[in-house]
């Protein structure tokens, strides 16, 4: 924040003082390990710095160069059957990658290619189209993953050997074991 001190008069010291200009020094103490800490960092700004010049002279000279276009024919004619070739042998490993996975597919390969071409799935990996594929024709079982399968079995309540006559004496004449038995699950009613 800058101070506007146009305007002001200079201060003038008493009399039989000396005019004194004061400054303020701040002395701040570094261990070794961060005064080496922030000259390596230092040093690598300053080499990130030279490097983005350099890259940046090396743009400006590459921008400046003309563009040069070949127009041998035979170049072009070349490069476009290898990319050709390549393409071919892409789409190869990727039907042989599908067959070894769903060998189910071999059999309705021609179906296959009929889907893929459908406009919805047009730009789609060819292992994900397999796979909707298979899913839409009901050959693919999705593996469905949910609620734990009970393990308990069966629960089949606990007889307590009384009969109705003893639950009835026992709750008529003695209540408080009769409560105790009811809550531990000892007497069940059917």
Same mark, same amino acid.
Request: charge should be negative; aromatic fraction near 4%; avoid cysteine.
């Given at each position: 924040?800058? *101070? ?13 003082? &000396?005019?004194?200009? +004061? &400054? ?7 261990? *070794?390990?961060?005064? #080496?800490?922030? &000259?390596?960092?230092?040093?690598? =700004?300053?080499?990130?710095?030279? !490097?983005?010049? @350099?890259? +940046?002279?090396? /743009? ?16 072009? +004619?070349? $490069?476009?059957?290898? !990319?050709?070739?390549?393409? #071919?042998? @892409? ?20 179906? %296959?290619?009929? %889907?893929?071409?459908? =406009? ?12 909707? %594929?298979?899913?839409? @024709?009901?050959? $693919?079982?999705?593996? !469905? *993953?949910? /609620?734990?399968?009970? &393990?308990?079995?069966? !629960?089949?309540?606990? =007889? ?14 003695? %209540? @408080?074991?009769? +409560?105790?038995?009811? *809550? ?7």
């Amino acid at each position: 924040m800058e *101070k506007n001190l146009e305007g002001l008069e200079p201060q003038n010291p008493p009399e039989g003082s &000396t005019p004194t200009v +004061e &400054t303020v020094e701040e002395v701040v103490t570094l261990s *070794k390990k961060e005064l #080496d800490d922030l &000259t390596h960092k230092a040093e690598v =700004s300053s080499q990130n710095f030279e !490097r983005a010049k @350099k890259a +940046e002279l090396k /743009l400006e000279e590459l921008e400046s160069l003309p563009i040069e276009v070949s127009s041998e024919s035979g170049e072009d +004619e070349g $490069l476009s059957s290898l !990319r050709a070739e390549i393409a #071919d042998v @892409k789409s190869k490993l990727q039907r042989s990658e599908v067959i070894e996975s769903y060998p189910k597919i071999k059999e309705l390969w021609s179906d %296959f290619e009929e %889907f893929r071409s459908d =406009s919805d799935n047009k730009g789609m990996n060819m292992r994900t189209a397999a796979k909707a %594929f298979l899913v839409e @024709k009901g050959l $693919l079982e999705p593996q !469905r *993953k949910g /609620l734990e399968k009970p &393990t308990g079995g069966p !629960r089949t309540p606990i =007889s307590t050997g009384m009969s109705v006559e003893d639950i009835k004496h026992l709750r008529e004449t003695n %209540f @408080k074991q009769y +409560e105790e038995m009811l *809550k531990k699950g000892q007497i069940k009613f059917n």
